[in-house]
Nanobody, 121 residues
Framework: QVQLQESGGGSVEVGGSLQLSCPFARYIFSGCGMGWFRQAPGTERDLVST???????TYADSVKGRFTLSQDDVKKVLYLQMNSLQIEDTAVYYC???????????????WGQGTQVTVTS
């Protein structure tokens, strides 16, 4: 059963914009946050941006000032607005729900299937 499903990926030229969306179920509110991650070919999956249960938003240094995470609690959708896209932003982008593990760390435990973002010159 797919619990998270990203949409909005695609191909865009350098400097372009895309908005990713990730609808989620109500039970996600019981977790400690949500986030966006990305994985380029041959690399590990990296954090892009997270939002904690109290609304604190963090960004990777590489996307600060260009990407904006937002969450609509009424519609239950997580968004990632990506502006000024660069070649190095090319990756599969994943939505994730964060829950506390046995050590009380807030970690991603539910993943979407990913959406491809390709930035071309």
């Amino acid at each position: 059963q797919v619990q998270l499903q990203e949409s909005g990926g695609g191909s865009v030229e350098v400097g372009g914009s895309l908005q990713l969306s990730c609808p989620f179920a109500r039970y996600i509110f019981s977790g400690c946050g949500m986030g966006w991650f990305r994985q380029a070919p041959g690399t590990e999956r990296d954090l892009v941006s997270t939002i904690s249960r109290d609304g604190t938003i963090t960004y990777a240094d590489s996307v600060k000032g260009r990407f904006t995470l937002s969450q609509d609690d009424v519609k239950k959708v997580l968004y990632l607005q990506m502006n000024s896209l660069q070649i190095e932003d090319t990756a599969v982008y994943y939505c994730a729900a964060l829950f506390e593990d046995s050590s009380l760390r807030c970690v991603p435990q539910v993943w979407g299937q990913g959406t491809q973002v390709t930035v071309t010159s």
